[in-house]
């Protein structure tokens, strides 16, 4: 798929960003009202209106939430690392492979004091399953960046970060049900056909002049 097919849109695609922007929550709200089902934490809000209190406000703490993952990573990850990777790779692959790296990236928040990584430390289920969500996320935000573009992609990041939070989610078995949610959902949209800009004629291709 050449680089110059996979690129920003605007129009009618960016009905897709408000589309995203509420399916993605969904992923994760849906493997926490799984949880009780289960013998999981009942859904509990409080440890995320304690964190709002705490950042000052919803405003501060949707800026925090938008600016810390989404606007900070998906302009280098979706707007230039995955249009290379899908110049010679499906979507599936291209999304893994940047899945991969993503992950690595965010070993060191691991070993950083006042992070939600090192709160689940990087040796215990719960931080086994973040680095493993990140790969159905990088699918999510890959299908998001192809069907709107960067926008897209940060709404999808952005969705899924402030629901976590916003629920506190910290119990494995949830945060298992979220992977096992996010994982059907990204082989939903994996068979999914994206609609790309139509290549330009290639010299070969042109017709001759009589």
């Not at 900070?72 to 999304?95: C, D, F, I, N």
């Not at 939070?165 to 994996?190: D, F, N, W």
Request: hydrophobic share 55%; net charge neutral.
């Amino acid at each position: 798929m050449p680089a110059h097919t996979v690129r920003l849109r605007f129009g009618a695609h960016l009905f897709w960003v408000p589309l995203l922007l509420g399916v993605a929550p969904a992923t994760v709200l849906a493997g926490v009202l799984l949880a009780p089902l289960l013998g999981g934490p009942e859904l509990d809000l409080t440890a995320g209106q304690d964190l709002i209190a705490t950042m000052g406000g919803l405003a501060p703490f949707v800026v925090s939430m938008l600016v810390a993952g989404p606007l900070a990573e998906e302009p280098g990850w979706r707007g230039t690392a995955y249009p290379r990777l899908r110049a010679s790779l499906g979507k599936v692959q291209a999304g893994l492979m940047l899945g991969a790296v993503w992950a690595v990236w965010h070993l060191p928040l691991f070993f950083i004091t006042g992070t939600v990584q090192n709160e689940f430390g990087l040796f215990s289920w719960s931080g086994l399953l973040f680095s493993l969500t990140v790969f159905p996320m990088a699918l999510l935000t890959g299908y998001a960046y192809e069907r709107a573009g960067v926008v897209a992609a940060i709404a999808v990041h952005f969705g899924v970060n402030a629901t976590m939070a916003i629920l506190g989610v910290s119990s494995p078995l949830t945060q298992a049900l979220i992977l096992a949610v996010q994982v059907v959902a990204a082989a939903l949209v994996a068979g999914q056909g994206v609609p790309t800009a139509k290549s330009p004629v290639q010299p070969s291709e042109r017709p001759a002049v009589s």
